[in-house]
């Protein structure tokens, strides 16, 4: 077994505690509090666990759309999201 195998359930044992969290990747800038983005949460149904960003608002803007010469899921290719809201209580 492999520890990738197992990162759900060491996923549980490190955030046992915790409701819901924001993941954001170390280059993203940030233009407005991020306090603002919390407020997402309250929007969430009740079968809503998580919520993704896309990298951008425009298809035609997106790397994939203007560099990719492998296939990918149009319109924005497969997303590594920068920007990830969990709530953790619902997994």
Known sequence: MKLEDCDDVILQEILQHVKAL????TDVLLLR?????WKFFSEFSESQIASLAPEHEEPT???????????YVPPYGKQ???????EVKSL
């Open 61 to 71: 803007a997106s790397w994939y759309w203007r560099f990719a010469r492998h296939p």
């Open 22 to 25: 924001v993941y954001v990747d």
């Open 33 to 37: 509090p991020l306090e603002d983005i």
């Open 80 to 86: 590594q999201p920068a920007v990830v809201l969990l």
